[in-house]
């Protein structure tokens, strides 16, 4: 960009700004201003830097117009550049009319430029240009995040593929390409924007062909019901190259909304998969029903039953034996990918391992009454049979619930709830003795949510006070993975056996602090929830539906 004539006449200025702004696709006033910047750094050279001096450059004319600026500031200011100012009582002897903050100008006569002086113009106007360019590159690209454009590989570094897109250029990291995708310079590529980021070497753009949302732009372009928002995508899930599943949702029950998307003879979704190298795609329908939701997720395998822990978001799924390898897919793809799509983890087990588990727990169950209510091994198979699981829900349960078991009556009902609690009094009697014996202070029974048996448990940890259970970390109570030698290692928790939420331990650590006095009671409220736009599982097919 030449700057030599910046000077010269008045002509050559616009003629300047208006070719830099033409081609680096900016404003023409954003070149002027710089120009005007740059003069003005100019004359500050050459009149003293310690002067207000402005230049501006009529758009029209081309005209450029230096003047030195002094500005009335109040008698008790602290000056620190007294060439720049003057106080109002001096320019009140002056000028009757002067009051703060008014500005006097002084036409400065014009000067040559010399080598000096230009070079630093140049680099000024250069630096400010390139500020508006990074900008404007920005502004355009910022509102495009979840869009799919195409471009020509400029260059490969490192696995990472350089993208010119015209006004921009785009960064495809290794990370996310499709593996055993190769690139030359000069290829024509289709990518998904998942980032624009604001930096100061210029405006990144991030671009993706292995984000989920990638897979889900591309039905929109292919699948009319799914650009139209008739279809919608409400999860999508990706082995990029290999596998993926994608969950879908017709709000038109007319519609079969996995049919739309495979097209006639899968001519729609075979254009989806020939762009991703190949990539398998199992299309599934979408259900609110959590379990339904899972069930179809799993597919192509057969599922014979789902057990829900809503808690910690876990689901164990009972396949037939046969199904097992189908379920869990080659190195455990299916499965993944199912968890992925659902938010849920996922355990698989067999019929045969199922049935197992069950008989073993019903013979520990059994062998537990047996021995705790001193009953036969037929009675203890009843109570099995019926539902219950631990002697506190024989103990506590409405007396009627046991007598209405077939050959029960009151008087044997009351007899095993008798028993079943005079067996949890010696069984308290024994654990508070192991508790005393082990040094566990009665202050930490008194912490709300420690039982008995946890505080048994902290007094073989060494958890003796209420400071100690304050003292810990929540990984220290339930159990967490550390780095050793290089080896990430599980270490267990003081209370891991009791399988607490992350939540849960939290919690009764705020609660020894409380009780420890380290914090306020008050500190335990939670905080007034503001309110959020709810994120769905659809943002993928959002900006699809938008495009």
């Given at each position: 960009m030449a700057l030599t004539g910046i000077s010269a006449n008045r002509l050559e200025l616009l003629q300047i700004a208006d070719a830099v702004a033409r081609e680096k696709n900016i404003e023409k006033e954003v070149v002027i201003a710089a120009i005007e910047?740059?003069?003005?750094?100019?004359?500050?050279?050459?009149y003293g830097a310690e002067h207000d001096i402005r230049a501006s450059i009529d758009p029209k004319t081309g005209e450029l117009t230096l003047t030195r600026v002094v500005t009335v500031v109040p008698d008790d200011a602290e000056v620190e550049n007294e060439y720049a100012v003057e106080r109002l009582a001096d320019a009140l002897k002056h000028d009757?009319?002067?009051?703060?903050?008014?500005?006097?100008?002084?036409?400065?006569?014009?000067?040559?430029?010399?080598?000096?002086?230009t070079q630093m113009a140049r680099q000024v106007v250069t630096h400010k240009v390139r500020e508006a360019e990074r900008e404007k590159q920005y502004e355009e690209f910022k509102d495009r995040a979840g869009d799919i454009i195409n471009g020509t590989v400029k260059r490969v570094e490192y696995g990472n593929v350089i993208v010119d897109l015209g006004r921009g250029e785009g960064v495809m990291r290794r990370d996310q390409s499709i593996p055993r995708e190769i690139f030359n310079i000069g290829d024509r590529i289709r990518a998904y924007i998942y980032d624009v980021r604001r930096e100061t070497k210029g405006p990144q753009i991030m671009l993706s062909r292995a984000h989920p949302g990638f897979m889900a732009k591309l039905f929109a372009q292919e699948v009319p019901e799914v650009y139209d928002g008739v279809i919608e995508i409400r999860a999508v899930a990706r082995d990029p190259g290999s596998r993926a599943k994608?969950?879908?949702?017709?709000?038109?029950g007319s519609i079969d909304p996995v049919g739309a998307c495979?097209?006639?003879?899968?001519?729609?979704?075979?254009?989806?998969?020939?762009?991703?190298?190949g990539e398998k795609i199992d299309i599934i329908q979408w259900s609110p029903d959590e379990a339904t939701f899972i069930v179809n997720a799993l597919a192509p395998a057969e599922v014979s039953k789902v057990v829900l822990d809503e808690e910690d978001e876990r689901v164990e799924v009972v396949v037939p034996d046969e199904q097992l390898s189908l379920a869990i897919g080659r190195r455990g793809q299916n499965v993944r990918l199912a968890s992925q799509l659902t938010g849920w983890q996922i355990d698989i087990i067999t019929e045969a391992q199922d049935s197992e588990r069950r008989q073993r727990e019903f013979s520990e169950r059994t062998a537990l009454f047996q021995e705790a209510l001193d009953v036969d091994e037929v009675i203890a198979q009843l109570l099995v049979t019926e539902g219950f699981a631990t002697v506190e829900d024989i103990a506590y349960v409405e007396e009627h619930e046991v007598a209405s078991i077939e050959g029960f009556d009151e008087e044997t009902a009351q007899e095993l709830q008798t028993r079943a609690r005079e067996y949890l009094e010696r069984e308290a009697a024994e654990l508070d003795a192991k508790r005393k014996a082990s040094g566990v202070e009665d202050a930490v029974l008194e912490v709300e949510g420690v039982t008995l048996p946890m505080a048994v448990a902290l007094g073989e940890a060494g958890v003796k006070t209420v400071e100690d259970l304050a003292d810990l970390a929540t990984d220290e109570v339930r159990g967490g993975y550390e780095t050793r030698d290089g080896e990430r290692v599980r270490v267990p928790g003081v209370l891991e056996s009791f399988q607490l939420s992350v939540e849960d331990a939290e919690m009764l650590i705020l609660r020894a602090r409380v009780a420890a006095g380290w914090i306020d009671a008050s500190d335990l409220e939670p905080p007034a929830a503001e309110e959020e736009d709810a994120e769905t599982l659809g943002d993928y097919a959002e900006a699809a539906q938008d495009a």
């Open positions: 910047e740059a003069m003005q750094k100019a004359a500050r050279a050459r009757k009319q002067a009051f703060v903050d008014k500005e006097y100008t002084e036409i400065l006569p014009p000067f040559e430029i010399g080598r000096v002086q994608m969950a879908v949702l017709s709000n038109d495979v097209g006639m003879r899968g001519s729609r979704v075979q254009a989806v998969v020939a762009e991703l190298q």
